[in-house]
């Protein structure tokens, strides 16, 4: 090969035969079998060492995953090889890089998305055939599949041959979802909340590549296109090849004006990158859609082909991986937290360090299997960081001491502890049933901003409460005032606390059903799945307490689990105990609604709200009832928005986001065809969410036009 080769060293080949294996090992599992056995920091700290090593040494071994792009796809489903092969992306963490990367051309700078990578043909409209990447060359056909994801247009305008690129995801708003639906389910066989699905790309690379395509479409799989690979004509159809002025962005408008969606994207030069690259990382911690980096491609298709490719990237496109920032420090303790559900959880305390502009001290280890794993002892010397700085990760453990002693009782009860094999994962649970945990979680729950938003009642104030007897129900939380020389005089607390506390826990007693219900912890209902259900019942509490679990399932969204997790809570005698004290002490008051109101089919004696001079069912008086009868489709309800920039007349957006679902509305991550409303207070922006809205005709609100739509100003 070369006169001045170097040696390969037996202790440099054996290293490089252990990375190689590893590698190939860890690419398998995800590729092949949706699973993984390191995380990405890992993974791409061993695979620079062994690249660094094939540098330094000038030596590739035949196996090494530097030479290959992903592995091969597993054989349950047809096989298809790519008319292009798919490679990976060369990539950097610098931004110093990208500017220098792109030099005097413009760039396209877009979210590179985590999921699974499909490509879509579309014939005479419709889509004809769908494959994922597989091993870049080869994949699997998954088109039944395929038609199921949530937001795939079934026909195009576009006669001709299409075919593209894109992302199928699961976003983090659904995969919570999906989870805590597979909760609920646990929770009836009896099993731990440790089954649920570790992360939204695992599960969508699971989902896209199922046999049965009914399980895909249960799984809220989305798709985001984002490269044009071939729009050929079809004479028959008397269509035209449409002009891309030799744009990769055009490209993009001209799939966008065939309904697709397509990630976010911002045109930039060298001298605007890194720029963009920041305005990117400001918008990742409320970012819906699993992403690990960014993507820098050229916008000049012809300049872009012309650099061609090496053997495994190409040259017209560049990945951006944020740089981890990592910090030593020193293991303190690692606290055992018990759940409702008796899983006892670690969570690292380390000595406080700066990631990421924020003070960090404790991180979550998640079960015995990964404290064996990394062989944790008090004392010990680690690197912690935030994966995709968000949540604090322990990195690598330096001294590795193994000496951590798992408790054998609860931290909680001092019950006696047992570790459990649970999907082949370790953990520890408490065995006793009367574990005051449980009920802590509970009222912690009820308590929580999502639910009844009390403010000042802690985990660690409510664990004060129960334990003095103050609380036993979720009622006895609005009669706290009697015991108010009792709360006064707590550590922690004074007479300003407690009214504190007080004026919140009134303001409570005002909700809405779907906090309501969220609140009383029903196994695998959340937030999402409280509204679901108040839409489908007409926001009626007697006539959801009072359906079969057949009815409850005819829920968009609730499956046969839920429906009988929810037919359950309320069938049992003590939780309707609980629920008709609590309805003499809140009132949740629905929202106009175009559903016939059931309150007039609701047999004598339901769960009726009426409290002290009222009549009415869920706490409304014969005059809201009425108004309520006689109230107009609502502007909101069945339209979808998209949020974005500052708000002034909500606390945060969350809140903003709440109100619209609350109304029967949907919010939704980026614009596209499908979108309503914008909602932008800066209405005049130039950013890439107004400027796709003005593209597409869609409306630009302000607050102020947002709340005159909604009827509230």
């Known amino acids: 090969m070369g006169g001045d080769r170097k040696e390969l060293s037996a202790e440099t080949r054996s290293r490089m035969e252990y990375l190689a294996g590893l590698l190939n090992e860890a690419s398998e599992a995800y590729y092949a079998r949706d699973t993984e056995i390191m995380s990405n920091l890992e993974y791409d700290r061993y695979y620079d060492e062994l690249q660094a090593l094939e540098k330094e040494s000038g030596f590739v071994l035949s196996g090494s995953p530097t030479l290959r792009v992903g592995y091969a796809a597993v054989d349950e489903l047809p096989r298809v090889r790519h ?105 009836a066989k009896g099993t731990l909340e440790d089954v649920r699905y570790k992360n939204p790309r695992n599960l969508c690379s699971g989902s896209v590549r199922q046999l049965d395509s009914s399980v895909t479409a249960k799984r809220r799989v989305r798709f985001y296109a984002f490269t044009l690979v071939e729009a050929s004509v079809v004479s028959s159809f008397g269509q035209s090849v449409p002009d891309f002025h030799n744009s990769r962005l055009e490209q993009l408008r001209f799939l966008q004006d065939q309904g697709f969606e397509t990630v976010e994207t911002s045109v930039v030069t060298g001298e605007t990158v890194a720029d963009q690259v920041d305005l990117f990382e400001q918008k990742i911690a409320g970012f819906d859609i699993p992403s690990d980096g960014l993507v820098l491609l050229m916008d000049d298709i012809a300049y872009g082909d012309s650099l061609g490719r090496t053997a495994k990237f190409p040259r017209n496109a560049i990945a951006f991986k944020w740089a981890d920032e990592q910090q030593e420090t020193t293991l303190k303790e690692v606290e055992w937290s018990a759940s409702r559900t008796g899983l006892i959880n670690p969570v690292a305390i380390f000595e406080p360090v700066e990631l990421e502009g924020t003070t960090v001290k404790r991180a979550s280890v998640h079960n015995v299997s990964i404290v064996r794993a990394l062989q944790l002892g008090i004392g010990d010397r680690l690197t912690v960081y935030k994966a995709n700085m968000i949540i604090p990760q322990i990195a690598e453990n330096l001294t590795r001491s193994g000496t951590l002693e798992i408790p054998e009782v609860c931290p909680v009860c001092g019950g006696k502890t047992e570790i459990r094999r649970e999907i082949d994962t370790e953990v520890l649970v408490c065995t006793n049933p009367e574990c005051p945990a449980k009920k802590i979680k509970a009222f912690t729950l009820f308590a929580s901003r999502s639910a009844m938003n009390i403010e000042g009642l802690s985990e660690m104030t409510l664990e004060k409460f129960i334990a003095e007897g103050f609380i036993h129900e979720f009622a006895d939380i609005y009669h706290l005032d009697q015991h108010r020389d009792a709360i006064v005089d707590m550590e922690g607390f004074g007479e300003k606390s407690y009214t504190r506390l ?104 339901g769960l009726t709200a009426a409290g002290p001079g ?35 007349h909500f606390s945060n957006r969350d809140e903003l986001k709440e109100f619209i679902a609350d109304r029967g509305g949907k919010v939704t991550g980026s614009v596209s065809a499908k979108t309503d409303y914008l909602i932008n207070n800066d209405v005049t922006s130039t950013s890439s969410k107004n400027k796709k809205a003005a593209q597409l005709g869609i409306p630009i609100l302000s607050e102020e036009d947002f709340l005159k739509l909604a009827g509230e100003a």
């Open 83 to 187: 008319e292009q092969p798919m490679l990976s992306l060369d990539k950097t963490k610098s931004r110093e890089a990208l500017a220098q990367w792109l030099g005097d051309q413009t760039g396209l700078l877009s979210w590179k998305l985590d999921g699974l990578t499909v490509v879509l043909t579309y014939e005479g409209g419709k889509l004809a055939r769908a494959v994922t990447r597989g091993n870049g060359e080869i994949g699997e056909e998954i088109t039944a599949n395929a038609a199921a994801f949530r937001n795939l247009p079934a026909v195009i305008p576009f006669k001709g041959k299409l075919t593209l690129r894109g992302e199928a995801v699961i976003r983090y708003s659904d995969f919570a979802v999906i989870n805590e639906e597979i909760a609920a389910e646990a929770a």
């Open 614 to 648: 009222e009549g009415g069912t869920g706490g409304l008086s014969s005059e809201d009832q009425e108004g309520s009868t006689e109230t107009g489709p609502d502007p909101i309800e069945g339209k979808t928005f998209v949020v974005t920039g500052k708000v002034f």
């Open 502 to 605: 007080i004026e919140s826990v009134e303001r409570s007693r005002q909700t809405t059903l779907p906090r309501l219900v969220y609140a009383l912890g029903i196994a695998g209902i959340g937030a999402a799945n409280a509204r679901i259900l108040c839409n489908h019942f007409g926001e009626d509490l007697d006539a959801m307490a009072a359906a079969s679990a057949e009815e409850i399932g005819q829920a968009e969204g609730i499956g046969p689990v839920l429906a009988a997790a929810v037919s359950e809570w309320f069938a049992s005698e003590k939780n309707r105990s609980v629920l008709e004290h609590l309805l003499k002490e809140v009132h949740p008051v629905h929202r106009a609604s175009t559903r016939p109101s059931r309150q007039a089919e609701a047999s004598e004696g």
